[in-house]
């Protein structure tokens, strides 16, 4: 499914789910993009690590796009599916909707999205393997992942 700027229903598994604070604007009274950034990691790495069954860091950040700011009192909302998997690396796409809900408008809108590489650790911090064997949770990412087209996996050129 092409999405727009607009798609009432994003792709993916929620993730996370918080809402915009004064605290967290930046000098132009918009929601600092470090911010979302940061909501953005939690959120992969939350689904990283449910599919690496343990420890996971986060090792890049590409094609981070903000379509529009988010502002003080919007919900944000973290959607993440697994996009490209490796032994020991899982890339997952995570995309941020906002819900605007304000004076009778309940309306939401995709604000930004990005592709973020989780590799999973053992606890000396060295790579491990993404356990493939009784792993129903990384059974249906891959099945989902596999339905993508590379556009929706957002690693067409």
Not at 119 to 126: E, L, M, Y
Not at 128 to 144: C, F, K, Q, S
Request: glycine share 8%; proline share 4%; hydrophobic share 40%.
């Amino acid at each position: 499914m092409k999405q727009t700027l607009y798609t009432k229903q994003p792709e993916g598994k929620l993730l996370l789910r918080t809402l915009a604070m004064p605290s967290d604007t930046n000098a132009n009274g918009d929601i600092f993009g470090g911010w979302i950034m940061s909501q953005m990691d939690l959120g992969g790495a939350i689904l990283a690590k449910e599919l690496a069954k343990g420890r996971v860091v986060t090792v890049t950040v590409d094609k981070m796009i903000f379509h529009r700011p988010i502002s003080v009192g919007d919900v944000v909302c973290c959607y993440g599916t697994l996009v490209k998997l490796g032994r020991t690396s899982m890339q997952v796409k995570v995309e941020v909707f906002i819900k605007e809900v304000y004076q009778g408008v309940n309306e939401r809108f995709r604000v930004t999205e990005a592709l973020f590489t989780y590799v999973a650790i053992d606890k000396d911090g060295k790579p491990t393997p993404v356990p493939r064997e009784n792993n129903p949770e990384l059974d249906e990412a891959i099945r989902i992942m596999e339905s993508l087209s590379d556009e929706e996996r957002g690693i067409a050129s």
